[in-house]
């Protein structure tokens, strides 16, 4: 028993902790998107909560990584997105922003008048395929079509690789006067120059879905987790218990909470031993992955053991 109290005290003194990523889902009105919205992303490691546009003055956006901007929030597209007041508290919250739909370009048209640099416009040019052309985007969304969810990608030969996101017309593209900073997907089947679907500038991204999120494809879905993981991931990580006598190489972690594995980054192999938080060893392996998705949800703590020496890691899910 001593020896397992020393093993806790050397693991405790050596973790960093990650928590949830916290959401914010500003709707109007009918939130029926929004707990849409909640599920989808509370199934996948974060938390969301649902703030109708009367309550925005005096909200505390301090715990949020990003707020989204309900499509319906302009329902009837006509670009002047709440009062300015409220546009102004959202702007100055200094947090990301992922507007969605008619509601996501009205408030980046507010955003464009009050901040440089944003050169959103009026919305136009639906597209006719439920697709966008995939681009090949800088980082954070280098990986937005293959991680943490594997989009499925089709080549037609009108518009080389396309993603297939939605049953029917519902693309919105905002204007981008000399394109915008990080193009993410282009029309496929639209008519203007100019206008593009996903895109992201100076922290602000457009996801130019104007129906149902129930309208959306599995690769639709998939491609809207990637599209937030992308702009608030949910692990990231660097790890304690490596010192300068134990190299980081082949010692570093990173635990995706998305697909409930823990990963070596390098690819090394590494001996991993997961224990529950008194010390019972739970789960062992010997690679560069392991799967704690059959675990119940509680405190973990993984031990990882490499060439150059070990790592620890507490884990929370």
């Given amino acids: 028993m001593k020896k397992l109290y020393i093993l806790l005290i050397a693991l405790v003194f050596s973790i960093q902790s990650y928590g949830q990523v916290n959401i914010c889902y500003i709707y109007a009105t009918d939130s029926t998107e929004g707990h849409y919205f909640k599920a989808l992303m509370d199934s996948n490691g974060y938390s969301v909560t649902l703030l109708d546009t009367t309550n ?4 505390n956006f301090s715990k949020d990584s990003l707020i989204v901007i309900d499509n319906a929030s302009d329902p009837n597209a006509s670009y002047s997105w709440c009062t300015t ?5 959202v702007i100055n919250a200094g947090k990301q922003v992922l507007g969605i739909g008619w509601g996501g370009a009205s408030f980046f048209t507010v955003v464009g008048n009050a901040a440089s640099g944003i050169n959103y416009g009026a919305v136009g040019g639906n597209g006719t395929l439920g697709e966008i052309i995939v681009q090949n985007p800088s980082a954070p969304f280098a990986n937005v079509y293959s991680y943490p969810k594997k989009i499925v990608i089709d080549t037609i030969a009108a518009d080389s690789a396309v993603a297939q996101l939605y049953n029917g017309s519902y693309a919105a593209e905002p204007y981008m006067p000399g394109s915008p900073t990080i193009l993410i997907g282009e029309t496929a089947g639209g008519t203007y120059a100019g206008y593009y679907p996903v895109a992201s500038e100076n922290g602000y991204t457009i996801f130019g879905f104007t129906s149902s999120f ?9 491609f809207l987790v ?6 608030a991931p949910t692990s990231g990580a660097v790890l304690t218990g490596v010192t300068a006598a134990q190299p980081a190489s082949g010692n570093i972690l990173l635990v995706d909470y998305l697909n409930k594995t823990i990963n070596s980054t390098t690819g090394v192999p590494l001996a991993m031993n997961l224990y529950n938080v008194t010390g019972l060893l739970v789960k062992q392996t010997n ?4 799967d704690f998705s059959s675990l119940t949800n509680g405190v973990y703590i993984v ?4 060439p150059n020496g070990y790592t620890t890691q507490k884990i929370a899910f």
């Fill in 214 to 222: 129930n309208n959306l494809t599995t690769n639709g879905r998939n």
């Fill in 85 to 89: 007041a409220k546009a102004t508290a």
């Fill in 226 to 231: 990637n599209l937030v993981y992308a702009i």
């Fill in 56 to 59: 925005i003055i005096g909200y």
């Fill in 303 to 306: 031990r990882a053991e490499g």
């Fill in 287 to 290: 690679g560069v992955s392991m």
